[in-house]
Structures are given as structure tokens and as C-alpha cells.
Nanobody, 115 residues
Framework: QVQLVESGGGLVQPGGSLTVSCAASGLPFSSSVMVWHRQAPGKQRELVARITGGGVTIYADSVKGRFTISRDNAKNTVYLQMNSLKPEDTAVYYC?????????WGQGTQVTVSS
């Protein structure tokens, strides 16, 4: 059974930094594409960053240069380091992957950027 568990969210001031994590189990993690999405209140869920098993990354234009996605295959964990945070980055951040014919999501972790 695939499980994705996010952690590390919280309240941070504008311009600050935060790293969220997603621990995965029940799948061949090292070969899995892992994705971070986010959903702000009243808005659609959007892709933030994606990393392949080989470490190839893509980012949404809104976070390029500020966010970094990385993975530790030994720990079955994917990270999203967020720098220069803005109030518009406030959202629930979700980890997601596909395995077999199914798509899996974690429960999400809240990130709030506010002074």
C-alpha cells in the first residue's frame, strides 16, 4: 500500500525559508517521479515542482529560482526547500506520485506566509 506523509509546514514571515518533506512507502521510490503540488484557498491545485528518479527537475514559473526540489532515495523522502517566501505562496502543499494505474496523494501540509 502506497503511503505519502508530508511534514514540515508552518508559519513563516515573508522573505523567510521553510523546507517541507514527504516520506513515501509502498513503492519503488528510487525510480518514482515525485511531485509537489499546492492549493491555496479558493484556487485550483497547481503543480509546484517535479523530480524524476534520476534527479531531473521542473518548476512552476512562479517558484523558479526560489524553490528547490530534491530527494534522498536512501530515506524514501522528497523535499521542497522554499526560500524568499511570499504571501502568495500560502497554501496546502501536497506530495503526489503515480504507481501502477493509480495516483497517490499525501494528506498535505499547511504553509502560511504572513507577518
Amino acid at each position: 500500500q502506497v503511503q505519502l506523509v508530508e511534514s514540515g509546514g508552518g508559519l513563516v514571515q515573508p522573505g523567510g525559508s521553510l523546507t517541507v518533506s514527504c516520506a513515501a512507502s509502498g513503492l519503488p521510490f528510487s525510480s518514482s517521479v515525485m511531485v509537489w503540488h499546492r492549493q491555496a484557498p479558493g484556487k485550483q491545485r497547481e503543480l509546484v515542482a517535479r523530480i524524476t528518479g534520476g534527479g531531473v527537475t521542473i518548476y512552476a514559473d512562479s517558484v523558479k529560482g526560489r524553490f528547490t526540489i530534491s530527494r534522498d532515495n536512501a530515506k524514501n523522502t522528497v523535499y521542497l526547500q522554499m526560500n524568499s517566501l511570499k504571501p502568495e505562496d500560502t497554501a496546502v502543499y501536497y506530495c503526489n506520485t503515480d504507481f501502477g494505474i493509480r495516483t497517490y496523494w499525501g494528506q498535505g501540509t499547511q504553509v502560511t506566509v504572513s507577518s
